[in-house]
């Protein structure tokens, strides 16, 4: 597993995203034309949120009702407004964000990530998509290691280097190199450190290109808006 | 119609005023200001050897909202001091629900001078004479107000904003749907255009 600095790189952005947040979903693709207009390197890399520490926790059965669940009423009002809210810019995009039965475990997930960057660009691209789209149309079952695997084969890498890892002590060393980002202060997706500064969220989109760009003019405000 | 929800001692509101104000006037309509009096922004709490994950979380989500609310006011010119601070709003928020009633079309200038007054002046926005001088002209029957519905209607005012789905502020509601932050502003704009163009990401 890589040892990083959960604040630096040698490419200029980096992007935290974990496959179960809708928001980090919706940000991949603004995010990819940002870099591009600028011709900019991303560093993406994982960041598996622990939903249940903050939003608290909830089942629910096929037919979305809720059959278990440790949440207040500020965080289901919480929760509610984020899938709508995913829902309505995901759907001007035509991308689908169904909603989900249960707070899924995406280490596994994330450790393929970090197998399908190791072997270039591309796969990792391709992984990406291949995850995120499957998840969200729940058709992928981001907890099952064969399935990773199936999928790293899929987005054109090498499953091996995953398993290997999954059978070496992989998962200790996601989860130590997971804590050692949340110790940096990185706790939420999608997560943009540029300059050495944590931003959270696509909002801040406009102000990330501002600074790539070389801060020229006024700095923008938070905005979702549309990039060419 | 948009309707605008803040909380003057936000500074999520504050810093969302200005830009909501000139979407205002760059579509030629008046938005509805409505008040909703919520608890202050968390202030970190400080680090103790028992910490779970979640209040390790909560801590790193209050210094990083802190750090990004400095660094927009900063690139904006605003030196917004304590954005913690817990003052009680009640009063300009009972204030503005009495405006829309008998002269909403002052309602957006109360906003701008009540934020003044909390963010620029550091004054109290529970003293009486300041809210009703910031009411101005329109600040007779104010006091009869007070006395009679404001705190039924300031509690239903937020009853029905919860039951819309409103639990935070700035937030903003256009034909029902609810959008929290000022982030939406070029969505509410596209959708106020006739959804012209590319729609924001």
């Given at each position: 597993?890589?040892?990083?600095?959960?604040?630096?790189?040698?490419?200029?952005?980096?992007?935290?995203?974990?496959?179960?947040?809708?928001?980090?979903?919706?940000?991949?693709?603004?995010?990819?034309?940002?870099?591009?207009?600028?011709?900019?390197?991303?560093?993406?890399?994982?960041?598996?949120?622990?939903i249940p520490s903050y939003l608290g926790s909830a089942k629910l059965d096929r037919e979305g009702k809720v059959v278990e669940a440790q949440r207040s009423a500020g965080q289901w009002a919480q929760v509610t407004y984020a899938y709508k809210d995913a829902r309505r810019y995901a759907s001007l995009r035509g991308i689908t964000v169904r909603g989900t039965t249960k707070i899924w475990d995406t280490r596994?997930?994330?450790?393929?990530?970090?197998?399908?960057?190791?072997?270039?660009?591309?796969?990792?691209?391709?992984?990406?998509?291949?995850?995120?789209?499957?998840?969200?149309?729940?058709?992928?079952?981001?907890?099952?290691?064969?399935?990773?695997?199936?999928v790293l084969r899929e987005a054109g890498g090498d499953a091996a280097p995953f398993e290997r890892e999954l059978a070496s002590g992989g998962r200790a060393r996601y989860d130590q190199l997971q804590r050692a980002i949340f110790d940096a202060g990185i706790f939420g997706v999608p997560g943009y450190v540029v300059d050495g500064e944590y931003y959270w969220g696509r909002e801040h989109l406009p102000r990330i290109r501002w600074i790539l760009?070389?801060?020229?003019?006024?700095?923008p405000d938070v905005a979702y808006q549309h990039f060419a | 119609m948009i309707a605008v929800c803040v909380d003057f001692k936000s500074p999520h509101s504050y810093l969302a005023f200005e830009p909501t104000r000139a979407l205002e006037r760059r579509l030629g309509i008046d938005f509805a200001w409505w008040p909703l009096v919520l608890p202050a922004l968390p202030r970190p709490k400080p680090a103790s050897p028992g910490d779970d994950r979640g209040a390790r979380h909560r801590r790193a989500r209050a210094e990083y909202l802190a750090r990004d609310i400095a660094r927009y006011a900063e690139?904006?010119?605003?030196?917004?001091?304590?954005?913690?601070r817990d003052v009680d709003t009640t009063l300009p928020a009972q204030a503005l629900l009495f405006l829309r009633q008998t002269a909403s079309e002052r309602a957006g200038a109360f906003c701008a001078r009540v934020f003044e007054l909390v963010w620029k002046e550091n004054a109290n926005p529970a003293d009486t004479s300041a809210i009703e001088a910031a009411l101005g002209s329109a600040s007779g029957g104010f006091r009869a107000y007070l006395e009679r519905d404001a705190a039924r209607e300031l509690a239903e005012n937020a009853r029905a904003l919860a039951e819309a789905g409103v639990w935070s502020v700035p937030a903003y509601l256009v034909d029902g749907d609810v959008f929290i932050g000022r982030q939406h502003l070029p969505m509410l704009e596209w959708l106020a255009t006739g959804r012209a163009g590319e729609p924001p990401l």
């Open positions: 597993m890589l040892a990083v600095d959960p604040l630096r790189s040698d490419r200029p952005l980096i992007v935290y995203v974990d496959y179960k947040s809708p928001y980090a979903y919706l940000a991949v693709e603004p995010t990819h034309r940002v870099a591009r207009s600028l011709g900019v390197a991303v560093d993406w890399r994982p960041l598996t949120l622990d596994l997930a994330g450790m393929g990530m970090l197998c399908a960057k190791g072997q270039g660009d591309t796969e990792l691209r391709r992984y990406s998509t291949l995850v995120f789209e499957r998840f969200w149309k729940r058709e992928l079952d981001v907890e099952d290691p064969a399935v990773i695997a199936a760009a070389g801060r020229r003019g006024p700095a | 690139a904006r010119g605003l030196a917004l001091g304590d954005v913690h």
